[in-house]
């Protein structure tokens, strides 16, 4: 089985992140419509996610990732690939957006890195949010990602995603969503929170 693997810095403009998220409950018969559609298995890992946001911030948790223009910083360590990933996220703003995230991403190189990361995100001007914990499995089919998180006090998930160009957005969530129905995923069970605000909600 192989672990997770962080996608690798490009020179052009970033890429688009473009996403559906929907709640779920058992996965056994989701999986089985995921392979009948001809996705593999391509990774598993446990995952540990550290949120930061400027020390300026001055909004809720509650609304820190539905799209207010400020870019978040995520220290990811892959506790089975012993990967680090060092991301900045920015989510739009306009509500016709939701579920385009541009995203700039760099592998770190190993723990020392992680830590000396940690500490330059200090010196920037950022602040430890929280740390989310999950279970991530990984579906792939061409361009397109299926990824079942089962995360630490929150539940099971399962997202949609698809790497894109600014330009190819709108159709890359057309795909998303003709998925998601022949997945048998509902609208009401999609969500537009990330997992930050999902678990400032609960405390």
């Keep these: 089985m192989e672990h997770l693997r962080p996608r690798q810095n490009r020179a052009t403009s970033p890429p688009m992140e473009i996403e559906?998220?929907?709640?779920?409950?058992?996965?056994?018969?989701?999986?089985?419509?995921?392979?009948?559609?001809?996705?593999?298995?391509?990774?598993?890992?446990?995952?540990?996610?550290i949120y930061y946001i400027p020390k300026f911030y001055e909004g809720s948790r509650t609304d820190f990732d539905l799209g207010d223009?400020?870019?978040?910083?995520?220290?990811?360590?892959?506790?089975?690939?012993?990967?680090?990933?060092?991301?900045?996220?920015?989510?739009?703003?306009?509500p016709t957006k939701a579920g385009i995230i541009t995203e700039h991403e760099c592998l770190l190189q190993g723990a020392e890195s992680f830590a000396q990361a940690a500490k330059i995100i200090d010196l920037l001007g950022y602040k430890e949010l929280c740390v989310i914990d999950k279970m991530r499995e990984v579906y792939k089919s061409d361009d397109m990602k299926i990824c079942l998180d089962e995360v630490a006090d929150l539940g099971n998930f399962i997202e949609l995603e698809i790497i894109a160009p600014a330009t190819g957005a709108e159709a890359a969530l057309a795909r998303i969503d003709s998925l998601a129905q022949k997945l048998g995923l509902k609208e009401e069970d999609r969500i537009m929170q990330g997992y930050v605000t999902l678990s400032a909600a609960k405390t």
Excluded: E
């Excluded at 018969?29 to 996610?49: C, E, N, Q, W």
């Excluded at 223009?69 to 306009?94: F, P, T, W």
């Design 20 to 49: 559906r998220k929907y709640r779920a409950g058992d996965f056994g018969a989701v999986k089985t419509h995921i392979v009948s559609r001809g996705f593999k298995h391509a990774a598993a890992g446990r995952l540990s996610d």
């Design 69 to 94: 223009g400020v870019g978040n910083i995520r220290l990811r360590h892959d506790k089975d690939a012993k990967s680090y990933v060092l991301d900045l996220k920015y989510i739009s703003a306009d």
